[in-house]
């Protein structure tokens, strides 16, 4: 047995806790397929907008608002609401098509899989091995937490 005299664990979760696969088979595709809904539904929550703004702030743009009234033309007479979700939108489909490690991305990202997961459509895999060993540290006093790049 290995003997650990630190205080914490910093674990990754793609390939050490849970499955690659399943980021790439399963969250990621859940984010496109809700994304839309998920929009129309949180619409105005404060988590939902901060992360939106990000998006914009992300693309180059002081915020959603700013965004909007950028690329909505004279011609235009979509909603502005409905206009702003269409811009965040699309812009998560071309960062998401890219692979790139957008702050606004990851905090849209975030709110849609907690949703998922607190409504019990998404079920989260987990290596066998890793419920044991979460609950050795933690009867041990040892503290855990996660890193993840994105």
Not at 26 to 37: D, H, I
Not at 120 to 149: C, F, K, N, Q
Request: hydrophobic share 45%.
């Amino acid at each position: 047995m290995i003997e650990f005299g630190g205080r914490g664990i910093l674990l990754d979760i793609e390939g050490t806790t849970s499955s690659v696969s399943f980021v790439y088979d399963v969250m990621f595709p859940f984010v496109r397929r809700e994304l839309e809904p998920y929009l129309e539904t949180h619409w105005g929550e404060s988590d939902l907008a901060a992360a939106c703004d990000q998006i914009a702030r992300d693309a180059g743009h002081d915020s959603l608002v700013a965004w909007a009234t950028e690329a909505s033309g004279a011609a235009d007479n979509i909603e502005p609401a409905a206009a702003q979700r269409k811009l965040v939108a699309s812009e998560v489909a071309r960062l998401m098509d890219g692979d790139v490690k957008a702050t606004g991305l990851k905090q849209l990202q975030g709110l849609i899989w907690r949703d998922g997961f607190e409504s019990g459509e998404l079920l989260a895999h987990v290596y066998d091995d890793v419920p044991p060993a979460l609950e050795r540290w933690r009867l041990a006093g040892i503290t855990m937490r996660i890193y993840s790049s994105g």
